[in-house]
C-alpha cells in the first residue's frame, strides 16, 4: 500500500514541480523532452550569438556549416571549459542558485588543399539534462490515514546527447563553397524520482528511469560568397545549412526499490524517437579586414517530434505534446583592430566580440505556454607568441523562461575559456 501510495503522490507532484526548489547542474527546463538543446561547439560563435553559419574557417573549424570547411589553411585543434550560475525565482519570488562547470567541445580541423578541401572533426553535446527538484510537504491522504508529518519528494535528472561530427567542405568556384557534415548522436538520459517519507507506516520509495539513446544523421551546407560590393576591401558571405530528420533507437530500463538502492523493475522497454529537420540561414558582412557583422536564423519543426517512449512534456498514448516549433535568431559583431598587421601591439591584435539571441523554446511544462529565452554574448580573442594560437574568453547572459503560474524564470551568466590551437602541418619543405 505505502508503495502505491508514494507511486500516487509522485504522480500528483509532476505537473507542479516547476515550482519547487531547484539545484543540480543546469536549467530545471531541461527536464522537459530531450533536454536544453546546444549547438556545435564554437568558441567564436558563442561569442557572436551562438550560430555563426556564414562565417568562414580561416580561424576555427566551423562544423555548423561543413561548406566554411574549405577555407582552412592552419591544422586547428580547439577545446574548452564553460562555467555556469543560474538563478531561478518562481511565482512565489522563492530563489534558488546554482553554480556548475562541464567541459564544452572539441573540434579539429585539417586542410587537404588549402583553401580549397579541408575535414572537420568534433565532440560536442546536443542536448544537456541536468537539474534537481525537492519538494517538502505536509502528508495529508483524508480521513482514511492521518499523519501530522511532513514528506519529501525529488525529481533529479542528467546526461543528455553527446554526437560525434565529420564533415568535408569543397570549394566549387571562388564563389560557391559546398559541405557534407556526418553525426553520430548517443547519449543516455536518466530520470530518477524519490519519496522520503518521515512518518514510519510509509516505506521510501526510488524510481529510475534510465534512456539510451542512439542514431545518426547528415547535414549539407552552402555559402555563397561575394566580393567587392560596396568598397574594395568587402565581402559578403550568404549561408545555407540543412539538418536530416532522423530516428534514434531508444532502450529504457526502468528500476524500482526502497531507500537508497533500485532493483531493475522489467525488461528493457524498445523504442524510437524521431527528431525533426533543422534548417538554417546565416548572413556575414565584413566591410573592412577589421569589422565584421553576422546574422542567423535557425527553425527545426519540433511538433513533429514523435517517440514511442514517455518524455516530460510529451505522452504518445494520449497524445499529449507540449512540444512547439523553436525558431532561433541570433547576430553579433566582431572588431579586429589590427586587422591583417600581425605586428601590431597587443591590444590591437585582440578581437572583439559581442552578440544577441532569442530562442523559442521547444518544449515546455505547460501546454500552450513557450519557454523563450534571451540573452547577450560577448567575449575577447587573445593573441599568444604560437602564432594562430589564441585563447578566447567569452561571456553570455540571459534569461529564461518567466515566473508566473507554474513556470519559473532562470538568470544565468556563463563564462568560456578556450584554447584555439593552429598550426602549419604537412607542408613540404624548401630543399635549398
Given at each position: 500500500?505505502?508503495?502505491?501510495?508514494?507511486?500516487?503522490?509522485?504522480?500528483?507532484?509532476?505537473?507542479?514541480?516547476?515550482?519547487?526548489?531547484?539545484?543540480?547542474?543546469?536549467?530545471?527546463?531541461?527536464?522537459?523532452?530531450?533536454?536544453?538543446?546546444?549547438?556545435?561547439?564554437?568558441?567564436?560563435?558563442?561569442?557572436?550569438?551562438?550560430?555563426?553559419?556564414?562565417?568562414?574557417?580561416?580561424?576555427?573549424?566551423?562544423?555548423?556549416?561543413?561548406?566554411?570547411?574549405?577555407?582552412?589553411?592552419?591544422?586547428?585543434?580547439?577545446?574548452?571549459?564553460?562555467?555556469?550560475?543560474?538563478?531561478?525565482?518562481?511565482?512565489?519570488?522563492?530563489?534558488?542558485?546554482?553554480?556548475?562547470?562541464?567541459?564544452?567541445?572539441?573540434?579539429?580541423?585539417?586542410?587537404?588543399?588549402?583553401?580549397?578541401?579541408?575535414?572537420?572533426?568534433?565532440?560536442?553535446?546536443?542536448?544537456?539534462?541536468?537539474?534537481?527538484?525537492?519538494?517538502?510537504?505536509?502528508?495529508?491522504?483524508?480521513?482514511?490515514?492521518?499523519?501530522?508529518?511532513?514528506?519529501?519528494?525529488?525529481f533529479q535528472g542528467n546526461g543528455g546527447l553527446n554526437r560525434i561530427s565529420s564533415g568535408v567542405g569543397y570549394r566549387l568556384s571562388p564563389a560557391v563553397s559546398v559541405g557534407l557534415r556526418g553525426d553520430v548522436i548517443f547519449g543516455i538520459i536518466e530520470d530518477i524520482q524519490e519519496t522520503v517519507?518521515?512518518?514510519?507506516?510509509?516505506?521510501?520509495?526510488?524510481?529510475?528511469?534510465?534512456?539510451?539513446?542512439?542514431?545518426?544523421?547528415?547535414?549539407?551546407?552552402?555559402?555563397?560568397?561575394?566580393?567587392?560590393?560596396?568598397?574594395?576591401?568587402?565581402?559578403?558571405?550568404?549561408?545555407?545549412?540543412?539538418?536530416?530528420?532522423?530516428?534514434?533507437?531508444?532502450?529504457?530500463?526502468?528500476?524500482?526499490?526502497?531507500?537508497?538502492?533500485?532493483?531493475?523493475?522489467?525488461?528493457?522497454?524498445?523504442?524510437?524517437?524521431?527528431?525533426?529537420?533543422?534548417?538554417?540561414?546565416?548572413?556575414?558582412?565584413?566591410?573592412?579586414?577589421?569589422?565584421?557583422?553576422?546574422?542567423?536564423?535557425?527553425?527545426?519543426?519540433?511538433?513533429?517530434?514523435?517517440?514511442?517512449?514517455?518524455?516530460?512534456?510529451?505522452?504518445?498514448?494520449?497524445?499529449?505534446?507540449?512540444?512547439?516549433?523553436?525558431?532561433?535568431?541570433?547576430?553579433?559583431?566582431?572588431?579586429?583592430?589590427?586587422?591583417?598587421?600581425?605586428?601590431?601591439?597587443?591590444?590591437?591584435?585582440?578581437?572583439?566580440?559581442?552578440?544577441?539571441?532569442?530562442?523559442?523554446?521547444?518544449?515546455?511544462?505547460?501546454?500552450?505556454?513557450?519557454?523563450?529565452?534571451?540573452?547577450?554574448?560577448?567575449?575577447?580573442?587573445?593573441?599568444?607568441?604560437?602564432?594562430?594560437?589564441?585563447?578566447?574568453?567569452?561571456?553570455?547572459?540571459?534569461?529564461?523562461?518567466?515566473?508566473?503560474?507554474?513556470?519559473?524564470?532562470?538568470?544565468?551568466?556563463?563564462?568560456?575559456?578556450?584554447?584555439?590551437?593552429?598550426?602549419?602541418?604537412?607542408?613540404?619543405?624548401?630543399?635549398?
Amino acid at each position: 500500500m505505502s508503495r502505491l501510495v508514494a507511486l500516487a503522490l509522485l504522480a500528483i507532484l509532476l505537473p507542479a514541480s516547476a515550482l519547487a526548489q531547484q539545484e543540480g547542474e543546469g536549467s530545471v527546463y531541461s527536464r522537459y523532452g530531450l533536454g536544453q538543446l546546444l549547438p556545435h561547439y564554437s568558441s567564436k560563435s558563442y561569442a557572436l550569438g551562438g550560430e555563426g553559419l556564414a562565417f568562414n574557417s580561416t580561424t576555427f573549424t566551423n562544423l555548423a556549416n561543413p561548406a566554411s570547411l574549405s577555407d582552412q589553411i592552419l591544422v586547428r585543434l580547439s577545446g574548452g571549459m564553460r562555467f555556469e550560475g543560474v538563478e531561478t525565482t518562481d511565482a512565489l519570488d522563492v530563489q534558488s542558485k546554482l553554480s556548475s562547470s562541464s567541459f564544452d567541445g572539441l573540434t579539429i580541423g585539417v586542410p587537404l588543399r588549402p583553401n580549397q578541401v579541408g575535414l572537420g572533426f568534433g565532440f560536442s553535446k546536443m542536448s544537456q539534462v541536468g537539474y534537481l527538484i525537492d519538494v517538502i510537504k505536509p502528508l495529508d491522504l483524508g480521513d482514511t490515514i492521518d499523519s501530522g508529518e511532513n514528506f519529501g519528494a525529488r525529481f533529479q535528472g542528467n546526461g543528455g546527447l553527446n554526437r560525434i561530427s565529420s564533415g568535408v567542405g569543397y570549394r566549387l568556384s571562388p564563389a560557391v563553397s559546398v559541405g557534407l557534415r556526418g553525426d553520430v548522436i548517443f547519449g543516455i538520459i536518466e530520470d530518477i524520482q524519490e519519496t522520503v517519507f518521515q512518518d514510519a507506516r510509509f516505506v521510501d520509495t526510488k524510481i529510475v528511469r534510465s534512456t539510451r539513446l542512439f542514431g545518426a544523421t547528415a547535414g549539407l551546407g552552402v555559402r555563397v560568397s561575394l566580393r567587392d560590393l560596396l568598397r574594395d576591401t568587402d565581402f559578403l558571405n550568404l549561408a545555407f545549412t540543412f539538418d536530416l530528420p532522423t530516428t534514434l533507437d531508444a532502450r529504457r530500463v526502468i528500476a524500482e526499490g526502497r531507500g537508497e538502492t533500485a532493483d531493475t523493475l522489467q525488461s528493457e522497454i524498445p523504442g524510437s524517437v524521431d527528431i525533426p529537420m533543422s534548417v538554417g540561414v546565416g548572413l556575414l558582412y565584413q566591410p573592412s579586414p577589421k569589422l565584421s557583422f553576422n546574422a542567423d536564423l535557425r527553425y527545426e519543426p519540433w511538433t513533429e517530434f514523435s517517440s514511442d517512449l514517455t518524455f516530460p512534456g510529451y505522452t504518445p498514448v494520449s497524445g499529449g505534446s507540449n512540444t512547439d516549433d523553436r525558431l532561433r535568431v541570433s547576430g553579433g559583431i566582431e572588431y579586429f583592430p589590427a586587422g591583417r598587421d600581425l605586428l601590431a601591439p597587443f591590444l590591437q591584435r585582440t578581437a572583439y566580440r559581442l552578440g544577441a539571441f532569442m530562442e523559442s523554446g521547444y518544449v515546455s511544462p505547460v501546454n500552450d505556454q513557450k519557454v523563450d529565452s534571451y540573452g547577450i554574448t560577448s567575449g575577447v580573442s587573445l593573441p599568444t607568441l604560437g602564432g594562430g594560437t589564441r585563447i578566447d574568453i567569452n561571456l553570455d547572459v540571459g534569461t529564461r523562461g518567466t515566473a508566473t503560474g507554474s513556470l519559473v524564470r532562470d538568470r544565468y551568466i556563463r563564462i568560456g575559456i578556450h584554447l584555439n590551437f593552429a598550426e602549419r602541418w604537412f607542408a613540404r619543405r624548401q630543399l635549398g
